[in-house]
């Protein structure tokens, strides 16, 4: 997600480009698709990064009242001192002394603040350039109060200037906002080092070199030897040297942890999956998120836990055979939280596997990137930064003739005139870009506003559905016609609570169809979407609640992918994929005293299809069998890749594998459906018989 700030303003759910064919669609029902712009006001995205980050502001105590003489200088939590007749600073006298805080201040809401001061005696305080309060007079405790607009994650600078004469001495600062009751500014959104503006990056070599060649043996499993994968996997070498590659698109908002604490007590816990967390803003649909990345053991003091996690993370990935992340950058702030977490990525990589790359997604409806209405100067400057400081890092993607790789999430927002002139100033400043644009509509559509654009390959945002996979069959074809390399998109689900919308795809069919459509259509790149929005749901990581399923699946097909035939199955291995309760409303009633609005499918078919699906992964034929309220149900299957799905009801499901009628396989779902519910749940619940789970 590790950060300091969040950059707030991007729009954290992204519409689904449906297909080929699905522009008209997607322009004639914009009930189904969001528009693009910045976050609402309520989009909690910041809170994330404040239970961990900030510290307070830099305090320097003078001995005088006008902030002459050499301060006593420290970092002070916040303003909140009563130091009646006594020294505020060893050093300080304890009257006729001044104080300056400086630093940043970051908000939680998009909102009009108020400030109020409770100072003895003269105090000012400027927020973001604009002084606020000026009552720099002598007098007793008093109050003053002042108000500023501010954006939601969006750090800016504080300077509160404070002076003693005589007497009692006290200086407070306090905030309040429509949504946030009246508190004294926290240490959490209080930054000592103001740092808003990027340093000028210095300007790198002419000839960008090629990334490292994979070192071996790598610090992992050479292959799968445990019976908890239905394949064995080859080595990671070799799966490496493919000249197809998959990636995960990472979004940086939602890392393992947020702040190094238990998962019973932590900020995901206590907040994100809390419909009363962060003070009940994500109340109205039943809190932000329906699941939560896997948790770890909290890494022990003088350990970067942010490093940590995200070797962690690269370790997983690097198991099922992905070549790296696509990492979606959010900011070009070095103090944004997109920014450091990146960082702590590329610092975790070598730890765990030298050949993982991390692929440069620069996101055009972030703020930073010109997003929600910026001008193309905006755009520009942003992009030339983040390709001057990355691009000579050597675990950043190039390709072999050293060219550093960039793609562009909602490409299609600038004009191939804006393409042509970025990718040129950044070779007039020593940087060959290997140009990948992804649109959020298809490819197909939107190629030709690139005309003349020099570019490496093409990408599109893609599709959840069984019924717009056909699409990721053509797609390939259509950019080789061009030229171009194809990234392919899959993505295994899509449900956004704070939207209140859902996709249907049809439990893990929509899933398992895109891995067949691009593997048959010949796409010579995939990017995963998502590893990890769990705002969208649509992230393959081991997760609470989907488990491990679609991560062990995303592996099997990388396999097949990756070696051009599909991998034999050497195992017996079944997963399962339901939700908790229907997204019928009449048959599953949320309660809308509380959800105040029902979710409604989006971006696909129109009604929910509630099912239980058991997928196996089969080494001969055998029978499926699913037990789930007091029916059991049965489907013969040959070997392979089978599928059996039965209605969802009450009860917590059992999934069997018989062959000759004996069991070989049995287990039960972690998930009891129950459609008696408070608030609804879009999210497939999922996991399996087995897994191996570095």
Known sequence: MIKNALEHNRKLSRPLALGLASVAVLVASACTVESQGPDDA??????DETSASGGG????YYPSMTFAGTPVTRVDPSVNFDWGNGSPVSGIATDKFSVRWTGEILPLYSETYTFTTTSDDGI????????????????????NTGTVALTAGQRVSIKIEFYENGGGAVAKLAWQSPRQAKQIVPSSQLFPQASTTPPTPTTPP???PPPPAVPGPLPLPTASTSPCWPYDRPTVASLRSSSKKVFAHYFSPYPISLDNQNASTDYYTRNYLNPDGEGGIHAKYGGLLRERPAPVTPSPAGVDYQVANMATEVRHAVAIGLDGFAYDLLSSSPSSAHLVRLDKLLAAIPTV??????????????????????SDATALSAILYILKTYANNPYVLHTADGRVVLSAFGAEKRNAAFWTNALAQAKAAGINVAFVPMTIGSWSSYSSQFAGVPMYGAASWGTRTVQGS???KTAPGFAHGQNLLWMGPIGPQDSRPKNSIFTESTNSAGYRAQWDATIAGGADWIQITTWNDYSEDSEIAPSSKTNNAFYDLAGYYTTWFKTGAQPKIARDVLYYFHRAHS??????PPDLSKQTKAFTPANGPTSSVDMVEVVGLLTAPGTLQVTVGSQTQSKDVPAGIQS????????KPTFRLLRGGSKVVEFSSATTINNTITYQDPLYHAGSSLTCIP
Do not use: C, W, Y
């Open 42 to 47: 309520d989009d909690p995205e910041t809170l």
């Open 470 to 472: 056909p699409s990721l």
């Open 644 to 651: 059996f799905s039965v209605p969802l009801v009450n009860g």
């Open 353 to 374: 596997d030298p050949g993982f790359r991390v692929q440069l997604i620069a996101d055009m409806t972030a703020t930073s990137f010109g997003g929600g209405g910026g």
């Open 124 to 143: 000012r305080v400027t927020v973001n350039g604009k002084k606020i309060i000026d009552n720099f007079t002598d007098h007793g405790p008093t109050d």
């Open 583 to 588: 997204m019928v409303a009449s048959v599953a």
């Open 206 to 208: 002419t000839t960008v």
């Open 57 to 60: 502001l830099t305090g320097a």
